[in-house]
């Protein structure tokens, strides 16, 4: 049933995201939580806790991640 809601979602042109590793975006993210990580980049998605659907303007709902800080 997951499968065919996602494929569902697909097809209407909200196909899902991992931004795992993306720079942070306000557009595209909700930050939940920050975290130090002394070999990340600052500002980039170390962990998505919600998957977000859709791009750009067409965006069903943001993605809730966790937000890697230099430490």
Same mark, same amino acid.
Request: net charge negative.
């Given at each position: *049933? @997951?499968?065919?809601?996602?494929? *569902?979602?697909? !097809?209407? /042109? $909200?196909? @899902? !995201?991992?931004? &795992? /590793? +993306?720079? $942070?975006? #306000?557009? !595209?993210?909700?930050? *939940?939580?920050?975290?130090?990580? #002394? =070999?990340?980049?600052?500002? %980039? *998605?170390? =962990?998505? %806790? !919600?998957?977000?659907?859709? =791009? /750009?303007?067409?965006?069903? &709902? +943001?993605?809730? %991640?966790? %937000?890697? &800080? #230099? /430490?």
């Amino acid at each position: *049933v @997951r499968d065919q809601a996602l494929d *569902v979602l697909a !097809r209407l /042109g $909200f196909p @899902r !995201r991992d931004d &795992r /590793g +993306a720079r $942070f975006d #306000p557009a !595209r993210h909700e930050a *939940v939580a920050s975290r130090p990580d #002394p =070999e990340a980049e600052a500002d %980039v *998605v170390a =962990e998505v %806790v !919600r998957p977000a659907y859709g =791009e /750009g303007d067409h965006q069903l &709902r +943001a993605a809730q %991640v966790v %937000v890697a &800080r #230099p /430490g």
